[in-house]
């Protein structure tokens, strides 16, 4: 007779989407491909909050990923409009290359 | 075999699938040149999670996943990609500097610590079982727990929608000189 999935595995699979996402984050240089990893990243979290959740028979770990999800979508909205702008400006995204506010 | 075995079976063989699913079209999103491979490895990797969800007992959670990452996020990032014809990184000299190599060192170590302190967590699967596990997840229950004990909260986000609506036509709009 098998056991129940632990929860366990599932932090372990939200810890290995985080590194992913961050390993991303590090080293791609183009700005959206960051910003589809910090997305990744995100996602890794979500799944800790609704694994922890469902270990402690609580709703309010969905409910904190629905606020996740407001965020991630109010931050694709305005990030992608500043990709834009940005582009308009200098004709690149590459991350190495957005240096306007350095002094 | 009884019904309870077949079950807890199966969900076994849903979460190792779409978990491999997920951890495979993650690593192709960060490894792919190309940036709509990016994009569109990711939206694998969101319907995986969304699978997973529902192995959790998560329905309203998968369906929110689906219809708001893999559908309206994906949309616009994608969107963006096909506005900005982008210079794909290798034709740029691929390079892999220490910089690189060193960042991408200290975050597998993070993974590590990551897995060390759950070694030393007690542990232990979903708590709440059969109906009630199936009911906590649904449309009903989430949304009682939005309009009531989270009244507050969820009016503050509405806010911060609205705010991310405006700032980005704001942004977007084209000023005339």
Same mark, same amino acid.
């Given at each position: 007779?098998?056991? *129940?999935?632990?929860?366990?595995?599932? +932090?372990? &699979?939200? @810890?290995? #989407?985080?590194?992913?996402?961050?390993?991303?984050?590090?080293?791609?240089?183009?700005?959206i491909?960051? +910003?589809?990893?910090?997305?990744?990243?995100?996602?890794?979290?979500?799944?800790?909050?609704?694994?922890a959740?469902?270990? #402690?028979?609580? %709703?309010?770990?969905?409910?904190f990923?629905?606020?996740?999800?407001t965020?991630?979508?109010? *931050?694709?909205?305005?990030?992608?409009?500043?990709f834009?702008?940005?582009?308009?400006?200098?004709?690149? /995204?590459?991350?190495?290359?957005?240096?306007?506010?350095k002094? | 075999?009884? =019904?309870? @075995? %077949?079950?807890? @079976?199966?969900?076994?063989?849903?979460? $190792?699938?779409?978990?491999?699913?997920?951890?495979?079209?993650s #690593?192709m999103?960060?490894?792919?040149?190309?940036?709509?491979h $990016?994009?569109?490895?990711?939206?694998?990797?969101?319907?995986?999670?969304?699978?997973?969800?529902?192995? &959790?007992?998560?329905?309203?959670?998968? %369906?929110?996943?689906?219809? =708001?990452?893999? !559908?309206?996020?994906?949309?616009?990032?994608?969107?963006?990609i096909m #506005?900005?014809?982008?210079?794909? *990184? $290798?034709t740029?000299?691929?390079?892999?500097?220490g910089?690189?190599? %060193?960042?991408?060192?200290?975050?597998?170590?993070?993974?590590l610590? /990551?897995?060390? @302190?759950?070694?030393?967590?007690?542990?232990?699967?979903?708590?709440?079982?059969?109906?009630?596990?199936?009911?906590?997840?649904?449309?009903?229950?989430? !949304?009682?727990?939005?309009?009531?004990?989270?009244?507050f909260?969820?009016?503050i986000?509405?806010?911060?929608?609205?705010?991310?609506?405006?700032?980005?036509?704001?942004?977007?709009?084209?000023?005339? *000189?």
């Amino acid at each position: 007779m098998l056991q *129940e999935i632990p929860t366990s595995l599932y +932090f372990m &699979l939200s @810890a290995a #989407l985080f590194t992913i996402g961050a390993i991303g984050v590090i080293t791609r240089r183009n700005a959206i491909i960051v +910003f589809m990893c910090i997305e990744l990243m995100l996602n890794g979290a979500n799944l800790a909050f609704i694994a922890a959740g469902s270990m #402690l028979g609580s %709703i309010d770990g969905m409910v904190f990923v629905f606020f996740i999800m407001t965020v991630a979508a109010a *931050e694709a909205a305005i990030g992608l409009a500043i990709f834009v702008l940005i582009f308009r400006q200098k004709g690149t /995204i590459n991350v190495d290359e957005i240096n306007l506010l350095k002094g | 075999m009884d =019904v309870g @075995a %077949i079950d807890v @079976a199966f969900r076994w063989v849903v979460f $190792s699938l779409s978990g491999l699913v997920a951890i495979v079209a993650s #690593l192709m999103m960060v490894t792919r040149r190309n940036p709509i491979h $990016s994009a569109l490895w990711l939206i694998v990797a969101f319907f995986s999670l969304a699978v997973i969800y529902l192995t &959790l007992h998560a329905q309203f959670i998968a %369906i929110a996943q689906v219809m =708001v990452y893999a !559908g309206a996020i994906m949309m616009l990032i994608i969107f963006v990609i096909m #506005l900005i014809q982008l210079e794909i *990184e $290798s034709t740029r000299k691929g390079r892999i500097t220490g910089g690189k190599v %060193i960042g991408a060192f200290i975050t597998v170590i993070l993974f590590l610590e /990551i897995g060390a @302190a759950l070694f030393s967590f007690p542990g232990g699967a979903s708590k709440a079982s059969g109906e009630v596990a199936t009911q906590m997840g649904s449309v009903a229950s989430v !949304g009682i727990a939005l309009y009531g004990k989270y009244l507050f909260p969820f009016e503050i986000a509405s806010i911060l929608l609205l705010v991310g609506l405006v700032g980005a036509v704001v942004l977007a709009k084209r000023r005339q *000189e």
